[in-house]
């Protein structure tokens, strides 16, 4: 079993920036690929970024240049460094890891980008 805990969400005027983190409870090198996604009201939950065992990152291509996914492994921690924020990019995102053959989920943190 896994948990994965997300924080750093919060309210951003557009052009800003926030960082998110997720806190699981078994060490990071453990995990298969871990990643982040999103869902604004409305829509549909949709990737944002991934990175694999060997550290291979991957992002959204609306998201490339301006996100940064990363890991922290004396932590147990995945990052995304979200700049120049876009009000669409408004949602609750979530965290989410693979381990023993199954994917798990955060509850998510809160991202709100003002125009």
């Known amino acids: 079993q896994v948990q994965l805990v997300e924080s750093g969400g919060g309210l951003v005027q557009a052009g800003g920036s926030l960082r998110l983190s997720c806190v699981a409870s078994?060490?990071?090198?453990?995990?298969?690929?871990m990643g982040w996604y999103r869902q604004a009201p409305g829509k549909q939950r949709e990737l944002v970024a991934t990175v694999t065992e060997i550290g291979t990152t991957n992002y959204a291509d609306s998201v490339k240049d301006r996100f940064t996914i990363s890991r922290d492994i004396a932590k147990n921690a995945v990052s995304l460094q979200m700049n120049s924020l876009k009000p669409e990019e408004t949602g609750v995102y979530y965290c989410?890891?693979?381990?023993?053959?199954?994917?798990?989920w955060g509850q998510g943190t809160q991202v709100t980008v003002s125009s």
């Open positions: 078994i060490t990071i090198l453990r995990m298969n690929a």
């Open positions: 989410t890891g693979g381990f023993g053959g199954r994917d798990y």
